[in-house]
């Protein structure tokens, strides 16, 4: 089994910043690559930023340049550094952990989620 649990959401200015963080326990190994993904709603979920467990990131067209995903593999932790937030940021934020499985379909665990918000 695989915990997540995220914090740091809120309610911010357009313009100013958010730092989420996601903490894993449980079976989770620092081999997962780990990711954020967001839902707005109405909408699908998409992500947002993703991270292997080698340090390669990976990063929505939307948030390049503004956001910056981040791990600490002795924490079982990963950020994500919001920067520059605008309305279209607002949605809930879900961390994510993926399980890597030779010959089969990786294995997904999500957070509960934590609430952004940028009033337009």
């Known amino acids: 089994q695989v915990q997540l649990v995220e914090s740091g959401g809120g309610l911010v200015q357009p313009g100013g910043s958010l730092r989420l963080s996601c903490v894993g326990s449980?079976?989770?190994?620092?081999?997962?690559?780990m990711g954020w993904y967001r839902q707005a709603p109405g909408k699908q979920r998409e992500l947002v930023a993703s991270i292997t467990s080698g340090g390669s990131t990976n990063y929505a067209d939307s948030v390049k340049g503004r956001f910056t995903i981040s791990r600490d593999n002795a924490k079982n932790k990963v950020a994500l550094q919001m920067n520059s937030l605008k309305p279209e940021d607002t949605a809930a934020y879900y961390c994510?952990?993926?399980?890597?499985?030779?010959?089969?379909?990786?294995?997904?665990?999500w957070g509960q989620g934590t609430q952004v918000t940028a009033p337009s």
């Open positions: 994510n952990a993926r399980r890597p499985r030779f010959g089969d379909r990786p294995q997904d665990s």
């Open positions: 449980g079976s989770i190994s620092n081999l997962y690559t």
